[in-house]
């Protein structure tokens, strides 16, 4: 589909019982035109995400 994963990376710090994650995520588009580029993570139904962006 021409999209490409450049780089992914996921840095976790966990103080207590919270984990603040911070995943990074760089995809390239080699096609010749737009493309859309999905992300997905999963959470415990008790998690949230702050900042995204």
Known sequence: NGI???SL???CKV????????VTSKV??????SREA???VELPKTAF???FT
């Open 28 to 33: 390239v588009n080699r096609a010749n035109g």
């Open 49 to 51: 995400i702050t900042n």
């Open 38 to 40: 999905k992300f997905e």
């Open 4 to 6: 490409d994963i450049y």
């Open 15 to 22: 103080t207590s019982r919270f984990a603040h994650s911070i």
């Open 9 to 11: 990376h996921v840095d």
